[in-house]
């Protein structure tokens, strides 16, 4: 599997948007590869990073000015 193929493979599954073949393949994938695990990693860090980001809320118009 291509690089560019498992992170795009653990965006979703980090979202949980995987069928259950492809969730295998990218489970059986982390166990086996440190490389593809450390990349797991890595992309739950960010998407956490960027859900927190989301749900943080706007600050007052007077703040941002």
Same mark, same amino acid.
Do not use: C, F
């Given at each position: 599997?291509?690089? *560019?193929?498992?992170? *795009?493979?653990?965006?979703?599954?980090v979202? =949980?948007?995987? =069928?259950?073949?492809?969730?295998?393949?990218?489970?059986?994938?982390i166990?086996?590869?440190?490389?593809?695990?450390?990349?797991h990693?890595?992309?739950?860090? @960010?998407q =956490?990073?960027?859900?927190?980001?989301r749900e943080?809320?706007?600050?007052?118009? @007077? @703040?941002?000015d």
């Amino acid at each position: 599997m291509r690089r *560019s193929r498992l992170e *795009s493979l653990l965006h979703d599954y980090v979202n =949980g948007d995987l =069928g259950d073949t492809e969730r295998r393949e990218v489970e059986q994938r982390i166990e086996t590869d440190p490389k593809a695990r450390a990349l797991h990693a890595e992309v739950k860090a @960010a998407q =956490g990073a960027l859900r927190l980001l989301r749900e943080r809320p706007e600050p007052p118009v @007077a @703040a941002r000015d």
